[in-house]
């Protein structure tokens, strides 16, 4: 599966954010499907890395479906631990009150 977390990574260091990819002439739905990894076609592969000055190696990458399903595991894992977190620093301050 064609994965493009290297692309977050690049949008992230660029203090950039998914909708910016609109300036690189796509249309308005591409970028979402860019997020969620989803089948791209290299016409909307090239106007990014033109947009950006990047060869596609940098903005995506192959993984086996296996690691796919691993990492958004992962993903929703830490996604929930962070939350469990923020409910339990609100928790600590409504005691406070």
């Avoid at 947009?51 to 996604?79: A, G, H």
Wanted: contains cysteine; positive net charge.
């Amino acid at each position: 599966m064609i994965i493009y977390d290297k692309l977050a990574s690049i949008l992230q260091k660029r203090n950039m954010q998914w909708k910016d990819l609109y300036n690189a002439g796509l249309s308005i739905n591409t970028p979402t499907k860019f997020s969620h990894n989803r089948t791209m076609n290299t016409e909307n592969i090239d106007k990014v890395c033109t947009f950006l000055q990047v060869q596609p190696s940098e903005i995506m990458e192959w993984v086996s479906d296996d690691e796919y399903k691993t990492r958004k595991q992962n993903k929703i894992n830490e996604e929930k631990q962070e939350i469990e977190a923020q409910i339990a620093e609100l928790q600590a301050k409504l005691k406070k009150m």
